[in-house]
């Protein structure tokens, strides 16, 4: 199924530029997300032991509000709905899309998303049931349509299209002998579908077992904290006891090192293992931020400024504007021998400054991080790939 990394984290990358100071950081290597998963301890898109260990955000809402807030209308934080409440079909409800003989089309009808498609002579047609993706870049749908089997439809809503055009690795070339079956439709195996809902949904698998009635639509407090149970117990008692200080009983991943902090987005926008063990090539590899990021010269072996969260904040939206990020460039690339910046835990470190730009003190990623074109997403993704780009230079994986 198609994955809208938005960022993230909605998709959620970064720019953060300096020199490795090795003595600081213990080095860590990159890792698949996979290999993540088999260690101890909690990590992104795991199954849980239990369903009464999660909260749900209204609790974490109950003290930490002003992020509750912010958090919940991020592009993660709506990553996925149930169709019926979906916005980008209740404001395009009549949406059409045509390839050869094949004509499809959705119609929003109350609570409903009617999907159907015909080749002129006979027609299929399905409700859709879970829809994937703010619409910042686009939106993919899953339904039902035999028994538990989920099915991926052929077509996804795209933002700069405003409509609605084949989804990501799912063109056809040809309509010729495609039977009405197949250009309706892929069929999600149950792994693919655990993997799509765990890094869009919140406690989607419970025991190993994907647990649809029960997960939480989109990307919450719990998806990169781990479940909070424990947590609200050890807060509540801390309140009535007056004690303060020792374990809070919930992960904090900005404690994390370099290396592992940047895996751990990656394991939903894809580690630089993720990247060459799925074999994707060419410019669909700027869709996965961590991987081009970590090609950066000055990443080395992990730098605690050039991390993903270093630039973005995973609690707000997403800044799109270049200007956005000037201070974040500015703060390593200036011009000083040394500046202060904080470690992995805190602590205030001297670290190698970078050079400085000679040519802008301004919209510094439109240069370094240019836009690139991924033509199956019909958008333009910034390269994390942080360099200087010589002048005809074309993309590199």
């Known amino acids: 199924m198609a994955r809208w990394r938005k960022v993230v984290f909605p998709t959620f990358g970064v720019l953060f530029i300096l020199f ?11 890792l698949s997300t996979g290999d993540h998963l088999a260690e101890p301890g909690f990590w992104p898109t795991q199954s849980a032991q239990y369903r009464k ?28 709905m149930h169709a019926e409440n979906s916005e980008i079909l209740h404001s395009h409800p009549n949406m059409d899309f045509g390839f050869g003989p094949f004509h499809y ?13 015909t080749d002129g002579k006979e027609t299929q047609t399905a409700n859709l049931q879970w829809a994937f993706g703010t619409g910042r870049v686009g939106q993919s749908y899953l339904f039902k349509k035999r028994g538990e089997a989920f099915y991926e439809a052929r077509v996804t809503y795209f933002s ?40 869009h949904t ?50 904090n991943p900005a404690s994390l090192h370099p290396p592992d902090s940047v895996d751990f987005c990656g394991a939903c926008h894809a580690t630089t293992w993720d990247v060459k063990l799925s074999g994707i090539k060419g410019v669909s590899t700027a869709r996965s ?43 390593c690339h200036s ?35 240019p836009k690139v074109d991924v033509p199956e997403m019909h958008y333009a993704f910034t390269d994390h790939w942080i360099r200087v780009l010589r002048p005809g230079e074309t993309y590199r994986d």
């Open 20 to 30: 490795f100071f090795a003595p600081i950081f213990r080095v860590t290597a990159q």
């Open 53 to 80: 260990d999660f909260v749900g955000a209204e609790t974490c809402a109950t003290c930490h509000a002003t992020i509750f807030a912010s958090q919940k209308s991020t592009p993660m934080g709506a990553t996925a």
């Open 105 to 117: 089309s959705l119609k929003v009808q109350a609570d409903q998303t009617g999907y159907a498609v």
């Open 160 to 199: 700069s299209l405003h409509n609605l055009n084949f989804t990501p690795a799912r063109a056809m070339t040809s309509a010729k002998d495609v039977a009405l079956n197949d250009a309706m439709y892929r069929e999600v195996g149950a792994a693919e579908v655990g993997r799509c809902f765990a890094c």
């Open 202 to 251: 919140t406690a989607s698998a419970i025991d190993g077992k994907f647990d649809e009635a029960n997960l939480i639509p989109g990307v919450s407090c719990e998806a990169c904290h781990g479940p909070g149970a424990e947590h609200v117990a050890a807060m509540r008692t801390a309140k009535v006891t007056g004690e303060s200080g020792g374990s809070t009983q919930i992960f």
């Open 289 to 331: 931020q961590p991987y081009r990021l970590q090609k950066s010269k000055c990443w080395g072996n992990g730098d605690a400024r050039l991390t993903c969260i270093g630039c973005h904040d995973p609690h707000k939206q997403l800044q799109m504007e270049s200007t956005a990020y000037d201070a974040n460039c500015l703060s």
């Open 335 to 369: 011009g000083s021998a040394k500046i202060q910046a904080a470690g992995s835990q805190g602590q205030k470190m001297d670290m190698h400054a970078g050079k400085t730009c000679p040519v802008a003190t301004k919209n510094c990623v439109s240069c370094h991080m």
